[in-house]
């Protein structure tokens, strides 16, 4: 698991670098002059420029690997913050993000589909995937309160100068640590259990994923493009970007909690979606009808039930793949994941003033939690070997 563990360091950086600028990106564009609606298209744009490179991911990562696409990513990230230091116009910096957006469309599909070849063991791809939902909650448990902490004391502008320079030297170690693993160097174990993926009654790989799974991802990321969105509006000082930094790292620290409960892997992936999702959908409906509690401590909880949810939604897909074309299922996950996180802040930003955008999350998870029992006309099975570990 050499190549596991390379790779969870290079996501650990990536992941601390993308979400150091969480906090920092709304002050920015309103120091440029940026009205809250055009936040909400710039966040949308950022979101909606992942579907074209999500497309092109999902069958370029089955045909060619995983290696040139993560390191593409983090290098074409890394020269756009390089650019980003120097915008003075709101509009420089809406064309700059949905570059940004296309070129960061394919490091997650990448990512998922290498971790998802390193074994061929059902439980060990849950586990790998667990890992990578530990290493993205790390990251971000600490990044946005450093952002925010940088931003106050050297500015936005070599604050962005930074964090392109992380990113660029991480492209480059990715480059060369990185390997493409298509079971070629598995344990001969691992090889026949491989060969006998067919076999298995998880799905036959020639069908396709119901769609209906998909709505989920699409809902999970409307609410976190709501909540990305509304935080960083609370104030554009630098004491309240401050503020908003560590309210991003107790979401973070809630995802945390949970992803740390390993006994969750042993529990069914479709249930800890499903509850999750339905734990998540209250919290936000708590929030949204101003509830007397601390708000920090409904973010926690808001971080606990995602971090049930992060590691669920990809170990689901990946039974529900047969054991295959996992470059284009990680794909088609980005593409609900972008398509949600456009919805989400685009619909805040033009009703926030008529109802609470929490709300709106709030709705867009009981619609998802509604319809993804009927995925399957057939009841939900996994394979003997995975549900009993």
Same mark, same amino acid.
């Given at each position: 698991m050499?190549?596991?563990?390379?790779l @969870?360091?290079?996501?650990?950086v990536?992941?601390?670098d993308l979400h150091?600028q969480?906090?920092?990106?709304?002050?920015?564009?309103?120091?440029?002059?940026?009205?809250?609606?055009?936040i909400?298209?710039?966040?949308?744009?950022?979101s909606?420029?992942h =579907?074209?490179?999500?497309?092109?991911?999902?069958?370029s990562v089955?045909?060619?690997?995983?290696r040139?696409?993560?390191v593409?990513s983090l290098?074409?990230?890394?020269v756009?913050?390089?650019f980003?230091s120097q915008?003075?116009?709101?509009w420089?910096?809406?064309?700059?993000?949905?570059?940004?957006?296309?070129?960061?469309?394919?490091?997650?599909?990448a990512?998922l589909?290498?971790?998802a070849k390193?074994?061929?063991?059902?439980?060990?791809?849950?586990k790998?995937?667990?890992?990578?939902?530990?290493?993205h909650?790390?990251?971000?448990?600490?990044?946005?309160?450093?952002?925010?902490?940088?931003?106050?004391?050297?500015?936005?502008?070599?604050?962005?100068n930074v964090?392109g320079?992380?990113l660029?030297?991480?492209?480059i170690?990715?480059?060369?640590?990185i390997?493409?693993?298509?079971?070629a160097?598995?344990?001969?174990?691992?090889?026949l259990?491989?060969?006998?993926?067919p076999?298995?009654?998880?799905?036959?790989?020639?069908?396709?994923?119901p769609?209906?799974?998909?709505?989920l991802?699409?809902?999970?990321s409307?609410?976190?493009g709501?909540l990305?969105?509304?935080?960083?509006?609370m104030?554009?000082?630098?004491?309240?970007?401050?503020?908003?930094g560590?309210?991003?790292?107790?979401?973070?620290?809630?995802?945390?909690?949970?992803?740390?409960?390993?006994? =969750?892997?042993?529990?069914s992936?479709? @249930?800890?979606?499903?509850w999750?999702?339905?734990?998540?959908?209250?919290?936000?409906?708590?929030?949204?009808?101003?509830?007397?509690?601390?708000?920090?401590?409904?973010?926690?909880?808001v971080?606990m039930?995602?971090?049930?949810i992060?590691?669920?939604?990809?170990?689901l897909?990946?039974?529900l793949s047969g054991g295959?074309r @996992?470059?284009?299922t990680?794909?088609?996950?980005?593409?609900? @994941?972008s398509?949600g996180?456009f919805?989400?802040?685009?619909?805040a930003?033009?009703?926030r003033?008529?109802?609470?955008?929490y /709300?709106?999350?709030?709705?867009a998870?009981?619609i998802?939690?509604?319809v993804?029992p009927?995925?399957?006309r057939?009841? /939900?099975?996994?394979?003997t070997h995975f549900?009993?570990?």
């Amino acid at each position: 698991m050499k190549t596991a563990v390379w790779l @969870y360091l290079f996501l650990f950086v990536a992941f601390f670098d993308l979400h150091a600028q969480y906090p920092i990106l709304t002050p920015f564009a309103i120091s440029l002059g940026a009205a809250p609606s055009f936040i909400g298209l710039m966040m949308g744009m950022y979101s909606i420029t992942h =579907l074209p490179g999500n497309l092109l991911a999902g069958y370029s990562v089955d045909r060619l690997g995983s290696r040139l696409f993560i390191v593409f990513s983090l290098l074409g990230a890394g020269v756009i913050l390089l650019f980003q230091s120097q915008v003075t116009d709101p509009w420089q910096l809406l064309l700059l993000r949905s570059i940004s957006g296309f070129v960061l469309a394919f490091l997650s599909p990448a990512c998922l589909a290498l971790l998802a070849k390193l074994t061929s063991n059902r439980t060990e791809q849950g586990k790998l995937m667990a890992g990578n939902g530990l290493v993205h909650t790390l990251a971000t448990v600490v990044s946005p309160a450093a952002g925010a902490y940088l931003v106050a004391q050297i500015g936005f502008a070599t604050a962005f100068n930074v964090l392109g320079w992380i990113l660029i030297a991480t492209s480059i170690c990715a480059l060369i640590f990185i390997r493409d693993n298509r079971f070629a160097d598995l344990p001969e174990a691992d090889r026949l259990q491989k060969e006998s993926l067919p076999q298995m009654k998880v799905r036959d790989e020639g069908s396709p994923i119901p769609w209906l799974v998909f709505v989920l991802p699409i809902a999970t990321s409307c609410a976190q493009g709501i909540l990305s969105f509304e935080l960083p509006l609370m104030s554009s000082t630098k004491e309240g970007i401050m503020t908003t930094g560590l309210l991003f790292s107790v979401v973070s620290i809630g995802a945390l909690i949970t992803l740390s409960m390993l006994f =969750l892997n042993k529990i069914s992936a479709f @249930y800890r979606t499903l509850w999750g999702a339905l734990a998540l959908a209250l919290i936000y409906f708590t929030i949204a009808a101003g509830t007397p509690l601390p708000f920090a401590i409904m973010l926690l909880f808001v971080g606990m039930a995602k971090g049930i949810i992060i590691p669920a939604i990809p170990t689901l897909l990946i039974e529900l793949s047969g054991g295959s074309r @996992y470059g284009r299922t990680f794909s088609v996950l980005s593409i609900a @994941y972008s398509i949600g996180a456009f919805i989400g802040p685009m619909l805040a930003g033009q009703l926030r003033g008529q109802l609470s955008p929490y /709300y709106i999350a709030f709705l867009a998870l009981m619609i998802a939690v509604t319809v993804l029992p009927f995925h399957s006309r057939r009841p /939900y099975t996994t394979n003997t070997h995975f549900s009993r570990n």
